[in-house]
T-cell receptor, first 115, second 112 residues
Framework: QQQVKQSPQSLIVQKGGISIINCAYE??????FPWYQQFPGKGPALLIAIRPDVSEKKEGRFTISFNKSAKQFSLHIMDSQPGDSATYFC??????????????FGRGTQLTVWP | DSGVTQTPKHLITATGQRVTLRCSPRSGDLSVYWYQQSLDQGLQFLIQ???????AKGNILERFSAQQFPDLHSELNLSSLELGDSALYFC???????????FGEGSRLTVL
């Protein structure tokens, strides 16, 4: 049973466009929601993360929007660039302290940004 | 470079065999996590160690075991291998209490 559902599976966006990836969860005990970026041949790397006490977090061109009542969160990539082409994973954790890295990952979204 | 080192990068073996994957965490990180990435299951948490002790357990098969040594490196042992165990195995380390995972580049296991 997938604890975090992610869509779309793949996304093609033109350079300069906005990329939007959505995730949904059921477990209300989740209280840490990171996004990871993975390039081919590499391990995932943390992009941005949010806690449910805020509805939005922005870091550069990357923004997480969080809707606690709907149990949904999304990643927006503004001014998408070819270098953003990668696989993006949303994740959730109900860990505490040293177990915070025990993550439930979505299935991933393969983003391709055309120049 | 995340600072997490995994060896070997690639491993091809036969069904029924046993392999050991090794992970060296970033300097100073006490937590080591093991994740399995496959087309069928995606990224799945297997097990976590914190300063030598098992801290959390996920969907890890009984044929699999892990440990973290006093120097904080970790090993994942996979035995009685089956075709379905073919996957990319990631190790990640984390500074205490932050939740941020630093992943290695993975060990790709192929079971023939």
């Amino acid at each position: 049973q997938q604890q975090v559902k992610q869509s779309p599976q793949s996304l093609i966006v033109q350079k300069g466009g906005i990329s939007i990836i959505n995730c949904a969860y059921e477990n209300t005990a989740f209280d840490y929601f990171p996004w990871y970026q993975q390039f081919p041949g590499k391990g995932p790397a943390l992009l941005i993360a949010i806690r449910p006490d805020v509805s939005e977090k922005k870091e550069g061109r990357f923004t997480i929007s969080f809707n606690k009542s709907a149990k949904q969160f999304s990643l927006h990539i503004m001014d998408s660039q070819p270098g953003d082409s990668a696989t993006y994973f949303c994740a959730a954790s109900n860990g505490r302290g040293s177990t915070l890295g025990r993550l439930y990952f979505g299935r991933g979204t393969q983003l391709t940004v055309w120049p | 470079d995340s600072g997490v080192t995994q060896t070997p990068k690639h491993l091809i073996t036969a069904t029924g065999q046993r392999v050991t994957l090794r992970c060296s965490p970033r300097s100073g990180d006490l937590s080591v996590y093991w994740y399995q990435q496959s087309l069928d299951q995606g990224l799945q948490f297997l097990i976590q160690y914190y300063n030598g002790e098992e801290r959390a357990k996920g969907n890890i098969l009984e044929r699999f075991s892990a440990q973290q040594f006093p120097d904080l490196h970790s090993e994942l042992n996979l035995s009685s291998l089956e075709l379905g165990d073919s996957a990319l195995y990631f190790c990640a380390s984390s500074p205490s209490m932050t939740g941020e995972l630093f992943f290695g580049e993975g060990s790709r296991l192929t079971v023939l």
